[in-house]
């Protein structure tokens, strides 16, 4: 049986208990509980997958001379990839014109959102080691330390070769490692999917919300099926589109069940290279800059949300000035999220608010009820961005395998 299929059944059978079955107070705080420690486990070989793997690929794309280009092409498809996509949920906004969700008051999440200087800390610490003890959100201070190790391999290869070598060693042991986690994710897969159905289900007046949730669905849909194959087929070689969606439902599956991009990180590491066929020179080195910063799916559900806010605190039509506002905003804050993982739309949402003000400083509230699934709806863009992204690089410098759908895993 295909991963795919047996995290799908595990997500389903966990959506049918929680809708068939009642839930008393008592099971519900252990479900949760088990949901939280099922995150943390996905999340456990994150550090040592990316700061291993990274310098290695860094390394090698040093030695084919291709770590320039590599990089430049990152930069070019993760900037046009966030702009069309939040633009796709913008334009899709508009043309529904949903309508307004009134304004109720609703109690703030306790999550509190990093102050810029503290981030700035933990990105250059003043103690180095102490970037292997910081926040478990915190990502970009090890692959930092970790990029610039694997680009200093490259000089007196007599006496970097040992360090790269252990490295080398240690990036292969825990994949392996990673491999045999993947292979059983669809079981946390079924407690974090009964801990989402248990909050979707304690959602007073649901139907508020479900034009915007129609909207994300309309727009996830014709992003996975109909511009990623067409991206694909067009600039990817002209190969058969459905079958490289087909190579990353498992991915696809668990981040729009889990909405968490650091627990999706090592299944979608593990289906990049067996079924996509990218070597480790390039997903070692695509998969944490990408999942760092490449966040087109949070942009376009925040830009979309925050377009639904403007127009529920207001009785007027939103005016073109304020969706350019909106767009130029979402975009460019949506790179500045790489120590928020699962929460992404929340903090994009509140610097939006914020940063809009004129009374809707705390507008982010409205939508405080439904950010699970807000939350699952960017995860899944977000993966779908980083597979493309990493697939198109892994092409155009000719880094790439060809995997038959028949030995997918």
Same mark, same amino acid.
Not at 101 to 116: A, G, K, N, R, V
């Given at each position: ?55 290695? @690929? ?9 770590? %320039? ?33 009134? #304004? *109720?008051?609703?109690?703030?999440? =306790?999550? =509190? ?46 006496? =970097? ?50 034009? *915007? ?29 459905? @079958? ?59 830009? =979309?949300?925050?377009?639904?806010? #403007? ?47 004129? %009374? ?17 709806? @960017? ?31």
């Amino acid at each position: 049986m295909k991963l795919w299929t047996k995290y799908l059944l595990s997500s389903l059978t966990a959506v049918a208990i929680a809708l068939l079955i009642p839930l008393g107070p008592g099971l519900t705080e252990i479900l949760n509980l088990m949901n939280h420690y099922a995150l943390s486990l996905g999340r456990y070989l994150l550090f040592p997958l990316t700061f291993f793997s990274l310098a290695i @690929a860094v390394t090698q794309l040093r030695r084919y001379k291709k770590l %320039g280009a590599v990089m430049l092409r990152l930069v070019i498809l993760t900037l046009l990839s966030t702009a069309l996509f939040l633009l796709i949920g913008m334009v899709t906004t508009l043309i529904f014109n949903p309508e307004r969700i009134p #304004i *109720l008051m609703q109690e703030d999440l =306790s999550f =509190s959102i990093i102050h810029w200087k503290v981030y700035l800390d933990n990105i250059i610490p003043g103690n180095l080691f102490s970037i292997f003890s910081e926040n478990a959100s915190m990502l970009l201070p090890l692959a930092t330390l970790s990029f610039l190790l694997g680009y200093h391999f490259i000089f007196d290869k007599e006496q =970097s070769e040992p360090a790269y070598n252990l490295f080398d060693s240690f990036s292969r042991i825990f994949y392996r490692i990673n491999s045999f986690f993947v292979k059983y994710a669809y079981i946390p897969l079924f407690f974090i999917t009964l801990g989402s159905m248990i909050q979707i289900i304690s959602i007073a007046e649901f139907q508020l919300y479900g034009q *915007l949730l129609l909207i994300l669905s309309v727009s996830s849909l014709i992003i996975l099926l109909i511009l990623y194959p067409l991206t694909i087929y067009i600039v990817g070689g002209r190969e058969t589109p459905m @079958a490289h969606l087909y190579a990353i439902l498992a991915p696809l599956t668990s981040a729009l069940v889990s909405g968490d991009l650091f627990f999706n990180y090592g299944i979608l590491s593990r289906h990049i290279k067996e079924n996509e066929g990218i070597p480790r020179e390039i997903g070692g080195l695509t998969l944490p800059l990408l999942t760092l910063f490449a966040r087109a799916g949070t942009a376009m559900v925040a830009g =979309s949300s925050m377009l639904i806010i #403007i127009s529920s605190y207001s009785s007027l039509e939103i005016t073109l000035l304020q969706v350019i506002w909106v767009f130029v905003f979402s975009f460019l804050l949506s790179f500045a999220l790489s120590a928020a993982p699962r929460m992404g739309v929340y903090v994009l949402l509140t610097l939006l608010c914020k940063f809009y003000g004129r %009374g809707l400083e705390e507008g982010y509230m409205l939508l405080i009820p439904i950010l699970p699934i807000l939350s699952c709806f @960017a995860a899944l863009i977000d993966t779908a961005v980083i597979t493309l992204v990493t697939r198109l690089t892994a092409f155009q410098e000719d880094l790439v395998d060809h995997v038959s759908p028949k030995h997918y895993i």
